[in-house]
């Protein structure tokens, strides 16, 4: 049986209970990270845990990370629901009141929720093995704070929706002046002549902790070029490659845009050598 943690205790999850006037159910009032654990390590637990402090500060609720203890509620849970390869996902919400009001509500208690999650094996830097993706392209229509990971993701949700008729996987976005911004829950990197570009962060984009561990590496070896700049859909749509990224997928190659083939439709060299670079060390960040 799943075990959680709901504020304080490990519990089993059909034993989890939180009140109908929490608002993180009221009004989506909270935020949420989502941390990858292969065989019991976790990647890039820092980053994850700052970026959520940044969300909590954001949106003003009280309440601080302590790395030593959040640490310890992940290996507990790993522990506890058979290690193998896991997704974190933790939610904080600014808690229950007594009644439903838009105006932050004082002195309520957060709720704080951990559970578990299977996710596949860490993905391989190999051409045949990988899964490549199919996706879609349409204007950006979510709201202007999405350096935010809120739990109010219904937006994200009917982008990605978006994807889902024609059996596609994604749905790349870009904002009114034909910008790329993200996909519905994956950061963009378009491949050129060798040089990856993603586009710079800013409210329009969430600052994944997967696209920050794989600048990094890339940049500390030398070999690919990185940009951080304006991408716009033209640009996108003439790459030799494109990828996405996010914590469950590290990085995933797209051969199809708006059922029109990226290059020659097959996976890209720069996008083999990076996920052999992204693998051998994303466990160091």
């Known amino acids: 049986m799943s075990i959680v943690y709901l504020n304080g205790n490990y519990i089993p ?21 989502v941390i990858p654990s292969y065989n019991g390590k976790l990647v890039a637990l820092a980053p994850h845990l700052k970026r959520m402090q940044n969300g909590l500060d954001e949106i003003e609720i009280e309440l601080q990370i302590d790395y030593d203890h959040w640490q ?36 309520v208690e957060p709720t704080v929720f951990v559970f578990t999650y299977e996710i596949p094996p860490a993905p391989k830097a190999d051409k045949t093995s990988a899964t490549p993706l199919s996706v879609v392209t349409a204007e950006d229509l979510r709201w202007q704070r999405c350096h935010i990971k809120s739990t109010s993701l219904l937006g994200n949700v009917m982008h990605y929706q978006q994807s889902q008729p024609g059996g596609h996987n994604e749905t790349i976005l870009y904002n009114d002046v034909h910008e790329i911004t993200e996909a519905s829950k994956s950061n963009v990197y378009v491949i050129k002549n060798g ?66 083939p990226v290059a020659d439709g097959h996976i890209g060299d720069v996008w083999l050598a990076a996920q052999t670079l992204y693998a051998t060390h994303k466990f160091d960040h």
């Open 13 to 33: 999850m059909n034993e989890a209970r939180i009140s109908p006037m929490d608002r993180g159910f009221l009004f989506g009032d909270g935020i949420y990270e």
């Open 72 to 107: 310890e509620i992940a290996l507990q849970l790993i522990a506890r629901n058979g290690s193998g390869n896991l997704g974190l996902y933790f939610q904080i919400s600014r808690g229950a009141d007594t009644k439903r009001d838009h105006a932050y509500p004082d002195k």
């Open 195 to 260: 040089v990856v570009a993603t586009p710079l962060l800013d409210n329009q984009k969430l600052a994944g902790v997967t696209r920050k561990t794989l600048l990094e590496i890339l940049r500390r070896d030398g070999n690919i070029a990185v940009e951080e700049r304006i991408v716009t859909l033209a640009e996108l749509k003439d790459a030799d490659e494109v990828w996405l990224s996010n914590s469950t997928r590290d990085i995933v190659p797209v051969i199809a845009v708006d059922e029109k």
